[in-house]
């Protein structure tokens, strides 16, 4: 096992449950793996396939994921394919032909694909081991359930005795059940590794309108020069006027969304994996085929409807193990949507209710590091210190009588206003709503005007968390008191506020002060997760390797972090190998990829030392 791990992908050790993982594999158990994303799931099974006889089958959605796995097993020097329609026929004969001879290691197939080649090709192979991944597609009750992953229960019963790997980032205690029933596993292993993920930061903005988003946005990318990152929107009009933005500022951004024709979302996806496009502002629809390595933040431009959906579409950055940052923008129009999908959906209550979860996180005043954990079973005794509430715990305030102004105005208003037009009451705009109701002769008619419209929203946010009043989704949004409210605005029942944050305002870009060394570093106000300054010199040594590597994948047509990932840039970088040797003996360095690219890194790294 260790002598794999060193010789294909060059680490000296396995992480956390791995090893124990794979022995459970080579005894012939079915076993069910929770793990992170970025927590090491495919050496789980891509392991034991190089240590078993025959041909390791694993079910991937997505043709992109297929093709992402195959070139980085390609890169280690490990024989695998994949099978799908993406390829031309003669290609398609050349891996049946390949596997049926036990050439490859491991293939790659769609649960499409698989079940109709079970019959010719697949009962005449030596199968090793099955492997399903995103294995939460086969639940009802996943985020993300795929139809035709409903069919895979057939392999038990076409192949009893090949043992099968099931593997998610994101399952819930009736997602995990799910998967093991449909999947008719005997006597499954279920291993479920730590949730955490310590090196991602976790941000939540409330009450944000369009331009302080944007600003916020261009902040943040500032830190970023040259990183790869993600904004997720919920609607395709959003990604499009996002990436417009960031285009006017200079920032190579592109949209991804399921209207648009396949090919320029596969360009898309394309250009963002090689490194051609810097930043991409997609739907959900984005993601799930992506195995990058150096994506260096995640921004949530909305809500997200589930934490699910949330914990698995942030695991996209730091994959490396690197520090990356999440910043997730929330505001009250996002939760009145997303409710209102939720009420129209098959599964009214239990999307209700995955919805309450991710406000409770996106409201909450205690470590959101421990809410997510929590979530997924896991309890830990210290908050994180690298989420903004740790850093920088609320301060609260008596919002009795901001609440009383508030709640008076919605009973004024015969409790037929939305929260948007309920603040355009409190700050006196007279706006066509307001007009057409006539709410600009109400008493409480500009009540609030000394306080800002965006703290209005936040304010309304943490009265509807405290349940002072209620959404009527089918009433066109209107806000009505619960007896809380009526507590509070008729017998001066307290209420606490936390106090609004406002976060500085966007620095220019390219100011010295904003760009952050090596892919490694966060902003100074965060310390805790800040490694060691990084020369200048060093610097310009991670450039010249990065450039390099881009070189050298261009040429084969790979992305860049299949070649190398940030992580190994930074470890060579310390290291500073002058020789192939030496080379061969850094972190994430194979016997492949020393034999292959070991005389054009240290050329460069001793040019470096020499000059």
């Not at 005894?27 to 240590?51: F, H, I, N, W």
């Not at 500032?222 to 009009?237: F, L, T, V, W």
Request: charged share 25%.
């Amino acid at each position: 096992m260790q002598s794999i791990l060193k010789r294909y992908f060059g680490f000296s050790a396995f992480r956390p449950l791995q090893q124990n993982i794979i022995g459970k594999v080579l005894e012939g158990r079915d076993v069910l793996v929770l793990m992170p994303t970025g927590g090491g799931k495919s050496l789980c099974y891509q392991v034991p396939a190089l240590m078993l006889e025959g041909t390791t089958i694993v079910v991937s959605p997505l043709i992109s994921l297929m093709k992402d796995q195959v070139e980085g097993l390609l890169s280690n020097g490990i024989p695998a394919a994949a099978l799908n329609s993406m390829n031309d026929e003669a290609e398609n004969v050349k891996v049946r032909s390949a596997c049926l001879r036990g050439e490859l290691k491991l293939l790659y197939i769609s649960p499409e694909r698989l079940m109709a080649e079970i019959p010719y090709l697949i009962k005449d192979m030596k199968v090793a081991l099955f492997a399903v991944d995103e294995a939460h597609c086969i639940s009802q009750w996943g985020h993300d359930f795929r139809p035709e992953y409903a069919q895979l229960g057939l392999l038990r019963e076409n192949f009893p005795h090949v043992p099968i790997i099931a593997l998610t980032a994101t399952a819930d205690r009736l997602t995990r059940e799910d998967i093991l029933r449909q999947l008719r596993m005997r006597e499954p292993e279920v291993f479920v590794s730590s949730f955490d993920r310590p090196n991602l930061s976790l941000e939540v903005r409330r009450g944000y309108r369009q331009r302080d988003k944007d600003s916020a946005i261009l902040a943040l990318i500032a830190r970023h020069p040259n990183d790869s990152g993600i904004i997720y929107c919920m609607s395709k009009k959003t990604t499009e006027r996002v990436a417009g933005m960031l285009g006017e500022h200079g920032i190579v951004a592109v949209a991804y969304h399921a209207g648009l024709p396949a090919d320029e979302r596969e360009r898309a996806q394309n250009d963002f994996i090689h490194d051609r496009v810097q930043v991409v502002c997609a739907t959900v629809a984005f993601g799930m085929g992506i195995d990058k390595s150096n994506v260096r933040f995640v921004i949530h431009y909305n809500l997200p409807k589930s934490i699910e959906a949330f914990y698995q579409e942030i695991g996209r950055a730091g994959r490396d193990g690197l520090p990356s940052e999440t910043v997730l923008f929330y505001s009250l129009g996002d939760l009145v949507q997303l409710s209102r999908f939720a009420q129209e959906s098959g599964q009214q209550e239990i999307n209700m209710e995955k919805l309450r979860r991710m406000q409770e996180y996106a409201e909450s005043d205690v470590c959101r590091r421990r809410i997510l954990l929590n979530y997924f079973g896991e309890t830990v005794d210290h908050d994180c210190g690298n989420c903004d509430v740790c850093r920088n715990p609320p301060q609260r305030f008596d919002g009795t009588v901001l609440s009383q102004k508030a709640l008076s105005a919605i009973v004024r208003a015969d409790e037929q206003v939305s929260a948007r037009t309920l603040t355009d009451i409190l700050r006196g705009s007279f706006t066509s709503e307001v007009l057409k109701g006539r709410y600009d002769t109400l008493k409480t008619f500009g009540a609030g005007r000394d306080v800002p419209a965006r703290d209005w929203q936040d304010y309304l946010m943490q009265m509807l968390q405290n349940g002072l009043f209620e959404v009527a989704y089918d009433e066109g949004n209107h806000l009505k008191l619960t007896d809380r409210g009526r507590q509070v605005l008729f017998q001066g029942k307290g209420v606490s506020f936390a106090v609004v944050r406002h976060e500085e305002k966007t620095r220019r870009r390219g100011r010295s002060d904003a760009v952050r060394p090596v892919a490694a570093e966060l902003s100074p106000s965060r310390p805790e997760a800040v490694p060691s300054a990084v020369s200048s010199r060093r610097q310009e040594l991670f450039e010249a390797l990065r450039a390099l590597r881009k070189r050298l994948a261009d040429a084969q047509g790979f992305p860049p972090y299949i070649v190398m990932s940030d992580k190994v840039l930074q470890n060579l970088c310390e290291a500073c190998p002058t020789t192939v040797e030496a080379f061969g003996m850094v972190g994430g360095i194979g016997e492949f990829k020393k034999a292959k690219y070991g005389e054009d890194f240290v050329e460069v790294i001793r040019r470096y030392v020499e000059a």
